[in-house]
């Protein structure tokens, strides 16, 4: 490690030093609570107790489990080590979630009880695991994580830089497989800095932590509270109840929203009508009514924001009020360029493609070079997502690119060639286009409009229960229309545009 490196385990070492005898960690779910010291001599245990199982530097670690304080010490342990964190996105089918493992090659993988018997179907289908752990110390029929916790461990020395390997997430399906983005320790720096500079993150900050952990965004948020010195109150899993009490219990002052979660914790809050003036600054995307409505029960402020996991996060932030419906202005330690089909340059107030270069850009995707020699043509990070600047520099999004269409309900990405890919599966189904639609409860839902084999018989629900059963739940259809024809281009392909705009209504 360099004299100009600052690792995550450099930011768990420097915590437990300036803010040791404070609280970093509570678990909601048992009220456990870790001070920033006791969180450091915790990882180091780990550390050492994942050295002497064999995992060295760049080996993967997987982990197919909820929020929980197990989980964030391997995050430790695997800053200190050199190891790679896979984190699994366990609302996935075990196909997918085979794929992902497989995709990454872990040595060992850590298992949550509930996902066991699942994990049971695909172990065979698993040849680089060689070792697989409880998640948690007191559950599951695997080999004890308490097994790893050295009794005495000296503390580590990382021989590897900022710039290697942390955290690899997989990307939605886009030409029919996921890709795994990999994030480095200095692309989850970048991240935190930002977030502290835009929402003047102090110690004094209460995190509510209850994004899962496998999620770019729940990450983010984890590190940037802990950067900054503050709790994180954690939630296994969003309950807007559950989450309600610990807002007025513990004060907590900050979250990340992704709709549903908002409305939902204001609808709880309505009934009991308990005050949340303690929750002052919410990020994320959400309705301008949700927004709203927020700012004048709470007082607090919103943050709206464009990312991706591949921008580690963030790739523009600011307050909603100051722009209301645009995704804010770029970080400090970035630059952003609108281009055209021919990655020219385009007029600020043209929508074209956003592209991105800076420190939070991640290193490329897990053993696809021709996709990272594509996606960083020229020296820039191609995101395939659309935008436009006003004459303020206030980026407003545009959605996807046509062939890199992208519906996010409930902040989940789902390629509809994914779900398009599913449905024709189906014995009565001819032909399908699936796209996003406006949607009360997600605010972006998923419609198929299929075309139905002569003779076939099929109900909307039958097919909707068809693709939840072959992939992850919440890339199921929640709109689906039967039709007998579809039009057609030219060509004899389906007219997508034409589709949209005689079914795009949810």
């Known amino acids: 490690m360099g004299l100009h490196d600052f690792t995550l385990y450099d930011l768990i070492a420097r915590n437990a030093l300036c803010f040791g005898s404070r609280p970093a960690w509570f678990e909601a779910d ?23 199982s064999g995992i060295a530097k760049g080996d993967r670690i997987g982990v197919l489990g909820k929020n929980s304080l197990h989980f964030f010490l391997l995050y430790g342990a695997a800053a200190a080590t050199g190891a790679i964190v896979l984190p699994i996105n366990w609302r996935l089918s075990a196909d997918e979630i085979c ?38 110390a007191d559950a599951g029929g695997l080999a004890s994580f308490s097994s790893l916790m050295e009794e005495r461990a000296k503390e580590p020395a990382p021989d590897f830089s900022q710039d290697e390997g942390f955290v690899i997430i997989h990307t939605a399906a886009v030409a029919g497989r996921p890709r ?29 932590n209850l994004l899962p952990m496998f999620h770019i965004a729940g990450l983010s948020m984890l ?29 907590c002052s900050v979250m990340f929203d992704f709709a ?34 927020y700012q004048k029960v709470s007082g607090g402020a919103f943050y709206v924001m464009y990312g991706q996991t591949e921008t580690s996060c963030l790739a523009t932030l600011g307050r909603y009020d100051e722009r209301p419906g645009s ?48 996606t ?17 520099g206030y980026l407003w999004y545009a959605g996807r690119k046509a062939e890199k269409e992208l519906i996010k309900p409930g902040g989940e990405n789902v390629y509809p060639a994914e779900v398009e890919k599913v449905l024709l599966q189906h014995p009565a189904v001819e032909a399908a286009v699936v796209f996003g639609v406006p949607d009360p409860k997600w605010k972006e839902g998923i419609k198929a409009v299929c075309k139905v084999k002569k003779g076939a018989s099929l109900l909307p629900s039958d097919l909707i229960k068809f693709v939840g059963e072959r992939i992850a739940s919440y890339k199921k259809p929640q709109y689906v229309e039967l039709v007998e024809e579809l039009p057609l281009l030219a060509d004899g392909s389906t007219d997508r545009t034409q589709i949209k705009k005689l079914y795009g209504a949810a």
């Open 99 to 136: 794929f992902n493992l497989n995709d990454c090659t872990p040595k060992a993988v850590f298992v949550d009880k509930e996902f066991q018997a699942l994990l049971d179907k695909i172990r065979p289908e698993l040849p680089s695991v060689k070792a697989f752990y409880n998640l948690k």
């Open 327 to 374: 995704a804010g202005s770029t970080i400090l330690l970035g630059r952003i360029r609108l281009l055209d089909d021919y990655d020219r340059e385009v007029a600020p107030a043209q929508t074209a493609e956003i592209a991105l270069k800076g420190p939070m850009v991640f290193k490329g995707y897990w053993n696809l070079p021709e996709d990272n020699e594509h």
């Open 260 to 293: 549903p979660i908002l409305s939902l914790l204001l609808e709880e809050q309505q009934k009991s009508a308990r005050p949340i003036d303690s929750l002052k600054k919410v990020v994320g995307i959400d309705s301008s009514e949700t927004i709203e409505k």
């Open 180 to 208: 795994g983005a990999l994030l480095s320790h200095g692309n989850i720096n970048c991240s935190s800095l930002h977030f502290h500079s835009a929402l003047n993150m102090s110690p004094q900050d209460v995190h509510l």
């Open 223 to 251: 590190f940037q509270s802990f950067h900054a010195g503050a709790l994180n109150v954690n939630m296994s899993k969003f309950d807007s109840a559950r989450a309600l009490d610990l807002i007025v219990e513990k004060k």
């Open 30 to 52: 048992d009220n456990t609570t870790l001070t920033f010291a006791q969180y450091k001599e915790s990882v180091d245990r780990l550390a050492f107790g994942l050295h002497k």
């Open 376 to 392: 960083f043509r020229d020296g820039w990070h191609h995101t395939g997502d659309l935008g436009r600047f006003d004459q303020d």
